[in-house]
């Protein structure tokens, strides 16, 4: 049995503009001792799901499930969910510098997580926030429980942080972006400090980000995300040799260095939509370069195809259209053809009408 | 690598790659406003400030139309008329006697007609003084925070100065020194106001000067006066209007202060401080109609600025979205009160202890 | 497939300010450039504390047509160095020649020729626009500016720029919120195009997008450096995007370039520990790539820029320091073995197919880094 289990998550916010239907039947699992990277753009909806999970949404409406260790999370009260965050599922915010209070001494707050959870003595409590900051390779963490947020480092700030997430030895750590305002070489000491963490606690972790080279290190099954909802799932070898959805593999031809990209970049052309206005169909329709009538009209469904062991995509290419190759792509291409009807060339035309002039000359 | 189907065929859906994502954007439909537009449109949803506007207007007509009182009752504004606008005791006509609305003063001035007078007198110089106060508080606070260095140790310290000067000892001086008028009233608030507007442009501006769109503006070869008010200054356009709007009525309430004290515009100008300061003579506090009808002009004037000042304040501020959503929401009554979260991808919004 | 669509060839109605482009001079030269921000205290009287040694002696060459790159972590200079270079900031020393003049010295009235022909595209596509003002206005300016066009005529020049960018003409009207990012970072380009410029200074110009919206960008820089014969400092955190879009690459270590070669040659062969460090850490989206390479891991943080460490600045993280590292500063030179381009500041280079070993770092390194993470100077001033 999984560690989590999410099932046709939906998360909607009202506002002046209309709806925004920010993640709309999402369901994924995550292992014991697992990394699920969870990837997408601006708007996918990737951190709301995860926010979603821990209750911190206000006044977004929720439906589905969210099964951990056997307790409906969304069931939960928010006295009840506050015992589970924290002490169960811990999680890592993009920004060190708003995740720790200002006024309060960086042990004090570690003491304060850990007396939340557990009956211990202050001495006991800091005496744990000393080791925890040692374990996060802090230097001289006896002088450093009692410094400020700001006298600490960008770096040691993060540490620090993940040290307070670690506390109380959580089962999950879900990381929101967690190296996006980070250099190169602090990401490094930051994914090594995480995995060694991981190593040893034996604790499960969600990594969500935009970033296909930090799922490339270190997730072991990949969600790739878009308009709210799951595009792909599969092992990370998977995702990224043997990719089955057109966005997964736009994504990867988009990105210098990847494993589908080579000479000269192909962007998805386009933006992701607005979460307000989501395209019918299947929401990647717009930008799709594979896009048939059917892509318009109908939903496609998240269901297995060929790449290996859990590899699901939603998409309504045939299941064995998989691949980051040309050959692969033309495949594709072929299949498409003979499927293009109405739909596709109003499309078309909307796109011609759209632009001042109607069609630029191609060169 | 351009005969990978995926980019041919990208480009044959959609024209070409790049230049299509305008064109998809239209099919998306996203659209925006204006900043202006859109806080016209909060202000015009705002009941409050539709009635805080229709306070305003109220006195505007009154002050348009004082002279065609004056003309159509035959009472002049400034002249006692002791034969029709007293009793034959002398003494002055409550609200509703003999053909006077709200009354007679002391010397037998029609208190209507002068109270139509009086919204002339406190609207141009509450105006006026703002107009002044604010062109010179922002021009000066631009510059100050602009230039920085000694320029703006000079000028912020000369601000604190004037922030912290007993006004109205400095107007009874200087009433006494050349006498009371308008134009010297209106210097006076003006002189008075514009070290507040100073200020907050100042703050703003080194706010501002920070962004990496006055550096856009260096790179393509703008000089300083350019940045300051081609780039900077519409920028700024949201708090000086909120300012302005809620100076209006300090300097009206200012005014009225000097009329009251006699230092400002002297008697027999019909102001609302003159007629407030106004002798009640022998009918004392029994003619309450001498001190109530200038006080409800003058209440009516200030609440009405303060209230529209805080409307423009919550319609040009980004942060109160919510609040709006909120109100529309009401307004239309529809479903239940669910608090509305804008973002798609909000913030952390707490830790996780 | 570049934007040949564009009804007008933008560079030829501009008759260019040199005469006769010398070729045989490099189009921008920096030599020796410093950068310091003085720390100053007191209200009144403000007397000086210190400084922030943002760009430390600065020596590089960027050649006509060529893209260089400029790689290094935050506060390494390298965004200071391009404001030095568009004469943004005032140098503390130092000269920057442009097609063989030195702007160096130009007071803000004279830099405005200068301004024509070199231009620069910012990192933040929401702050780098001016919100209150329309897209029109904001693309117009520079011509506005420099008195090139006016009403009508200007109108139809912005028109075309936001065509030559992909963005729609009848946008004009538009204001910068009502784009999303990578729109505005296109708005960002065709102003920094509309004087026909020679040289662009990139910083950072795709880092705040998203991955599909990023190469969008990057093609079109690419398009246009070809079809208006640009030049490029690129400026950039990502070394993926900076192999990618450089053709020689400068690494940037607490204001100082450690190494500067060609792109092929740096990302296959570095000489300069840091480089090394470098480039294994950066997460390559390849998975094989990604878990196999050898990953050095450095240890501590980045001196503070206010007192940076002695000699060679890169000593106090490096595992290969010795003693000599910390006394003497090795100078910017060819290695033995490498090609004439390939310059290295350092005593003990990295041999080709040697695996640096990520060590704990000494005792006076940890000192470092408490020095530089003491109150308000942690992250460094500059950049």
């Known amino acids: 049995m999984s560690l989590l289990s999410v099932r046709d998550l939906t998360v909607s916010f009202p506002t002046s503009d209309g709806v925004v239907r920010a993640v709309r039947g999402l369901s994924f699992d995550v292992e014991a001792g697992q990394t699920l990277g969870i990837v997408g753009e601006t708007g996918s909806g990737k951190s709301v799901s995860a926010l979603s999970l821990l209750g911190l949404n206000p006044g977004a409406d929720i439906s589905g499930s969210a099964v951990f260790e056997g307790t409906e999370l969304l069931a939960l009260r928010q006295d009840q969910l506050r015992r589970v965050r924290g002490a169960e599922i811990a999680m890592i915010f993009q920004d060190p510098l708003s995740s720790l209070h200002p006024y309060y001494r960086v042990g004090w707050q570690i003491c304060e997580a850990i007396r939340t959870h557990r009956r211990t003595s202050r001495a006991e409590a800091m005496r744990q926030a000393v080791e925890l900051l040692r374990m996060v390779s802090i230097p001289q963490p006896e002088r450093r429980v009692s410094a400020f947020p700001h006298e600490l480092s960008g770096g040691m700030r993060q540490r620090a942080m993940i040290a307070m997430a670690l506390a109380l030895r959580p089962k999950l750590l879900i990381a929101d972006e967690p190296t996006t305002a980070l250099d190169a070489t602090v990401q490094a000491q930051l994914m090594e400090l995480l995995g060694g963490m991981q190593r040893e606690l034996g604790m499960a972790m969600i990594v969500i980000t935009h970033d296909l080279g930090l799922v490339a290190t270190v997730a072991d099954s990949v969600l790739v995300m878009y308009a709210g909802r799951g595009a792909e799932r599969a092992d990370y070898r998977t995702i990224f040799r043997s990719p089955h959805h057109p966005y997964t593999r736009g994504l990867l031809a988009s990105i210098p260095g990847a494993a589908g990209s080579g000479g000269r970049l192909v962007p998805i052309v386009g933006q992701p939509p607005s979460l307000i206005r989501i395209p019918s169909g299947c929401a990647f329709h717009p930008r799709c370069p594979f896009a048939m009538d059917v892509c318009v009209r109908d939903q496609p469904p998240f269901v297995p195809v060929s790449g290996g062991e859990g590899h699901l995509s939603a998409c309504w290419l045939p299941p064995d259209a998989v691949g980051v190759d040309a050959a692969a792509d033309v495949a594709r291409q072929r299949y498409v053809e003979g499927r293009r009807g109405p739909a596709i060339a109003r499309l078309r035309a909307a796109v011609a009408g759209a632009r001042p002039g109607g069609a630029v000359a191609h060169g | ?353 | 497939m570049a934007d040949t669509a564009a009804p007008v060839n933008p560079a030829s109605d501009e008759p260019s300010l040199v005469a006769a482009p010398a070729e045989d001079h490099p189009l921008l030269r920096v030599e020796n450039v410093v950068k310091h921000f003085p720390i100053k205290r007191g209200i009144f009287f403000k007397r000086q504390i210190g400084s922030v040694q943002a760009v430390e002696g600065v020596s590089l060459e960027v050649r006509r047509g060529e893209t260089l790159g400029l790689v290094g972590e935050t506060g390494c200079g390298k965004s200071t160095l391009a404001r030095c270079i568009t004469r943004l900031y005032p140098l503390t020393s130092g000269q920057v020649i442009f097609d063989g003049a030195d702007i160096s010295r130009l007071s803000a009235r004279q830099l405005r020729t200068y301004r024509r022909r070199m231009q620069m595209i910012f990192q933040d596509p929401f702050g780098s626009l001016n919100p209150r003002r329309r897209v029109g206005s904001i693309i117009g300016d520079p011509l506005a500016i420099h008195g090139i066009a006016d009403g009508g005529e200007r109108k139809r020049r912005v028109q075309e720029l936001m065509e030559v960018v992909g963005l729609n003409p009848e946008h004009y009207n538009r204001f910068p919120s009502e784009f999303s990012g990578g729109q505005r970072q296109r708005i960002g380009v065709a102003r920094a195009l509309a004087l026909r410029p020679s040289l662009i200074v990139c910083d950072e110009p795709v880092s705040a997008l998203d991955v599909s919206v990023q190469a969008q960008i990057i093609n079109l820089l690419e398009d246009l450096q070809g079809e208006f014969n640009l030049t490029y400092v690129f400026i950039a955190h990502d070394l993926a995007v900076v192999e990618h879009v450089s053709d020689r690459v400068a690494v940037m270590y607490l204001g100082k370039i450690v190494e500067l070669a060609e792109t092929a040659e740096l990302f296959g062969s570095p000489r300069h520990p840091y480089t090394a460090a470098l480039l294994s850490a950066s997460m390559v989206a390849d998975p094989e790539k990604a878990r196999s390479s050898h990953r050095v891991v450095l240890y501590g943080d980045v001196p503070s820029p206010i007192n940076p460490p002695s000699g060679c600045r890169f000593h106090t993280r490096c595992p290969k320091a010795q003693p000599i590292c910390s006394v003497d500063e090795p100078p910017l030179r060819v290695q033995a073995g490498d090609p004439a381009g390939h310059v290295t500041a350092c005593h003990f280079p990295v041999a080709p197919g040697e695996q640096l070993v990520g060590a704990a770092p000494p005792i006076s390194a940890t000192a470092t880094a408490f020095a530089a993470a003491s109150p308000d100077i942690s992250e460094g001033g500059g950049a």
């Open chain 2, 1 to 353: 690598m351009s005969l990978s189907p995926f980019e041919v065929d990208s480009a044959s859906l959609v024209a070409e790659d790049e230049q299509s994502a305008e064109a998809l954007d239209a099919i998306a439909g996203i659209e925006g406003r204006s900043p202006l537009r859109l806080a016209l449109a909060r202000l015009r949803s705002d009941r409050v400030a539709w009635l805080a506007a229709g306070m305003i207007l109220l006195m505007v007509v009154l002050a348009l139309i004082a002279p065609v009182l004056s003309s159509m009752t035959g009472h002049s504004p400034y002249n006692p008329d002791l034969v029709n606008g007293t009793d034959s005791f002398g003494q002055p006509y409550g609200p509703g006697q003999a053909g006077f609305l709200l009354g007679t003063d002391n010397v037998g001035r029609d208190i209507l007609v002068r109270v139509a007078y009086g919204a002339r007198i406190s609207l141009l110089v509450g105006i006026l003084s703002t107009l002044l106060a604010t062109i010179g508080g922002t021009a000066l606070g631009l510059v100050s925070g602009y230039y920085g260095g000694w320029i703006d140790a000079l000028l912020a310290r000369l601000m604190d100065a004037v922030l912290s000067f007993p006004y109205v000892l400095a107007a009874i001086v200087l009433a006494a020194v050349f006498g009371g008028s308008l134009p010297l009233t209106i210097g006076v608030i003006a002189f008075f106001s514009w070290a507040a507007i100073g200020r907050i442009v100042r703050g703003q501006t080194l706010s501002q000067k920070e962004k990496e769109y006055v550096e856009a503006a260096r790179s393509i070869g703008a000089g300083s006066f350019r940045i300051m008010f081609v780039d900077i200054l519409p920028n700024l356009i949201a708090p000086v209007i909120v300012l302005g709007t809620l100076l209006v009525p300090v300097a009206i309430v200012f005014e009225a202060t000097l009329d009251y004290l006699g230092v400002g515009v002297g008697p027999p100008t019909p102001t609302w401080g003159n007629m407030l300061a106004d002798d009640q003579g022998s009918a004392g506090f029994g003619a309450w109609w001498f001190w109530v009808f200038p006080s409800i002009a003058l209440l009516i004037t200030t609440l009405g600025f303060n209230l529209l000042g805080d409307s423009v304040r919550d319609a040009l501020d980004p942060r109160t979205e919510r609040l709006f959503a909120m109100r529309r929401k009401k307004v239309a009554a529809a479903g239940p009160d669910a608090s509305a979260g804008a973002g798609t991808e909000p913030l952390s919004d707490g830790t996780e202890a």
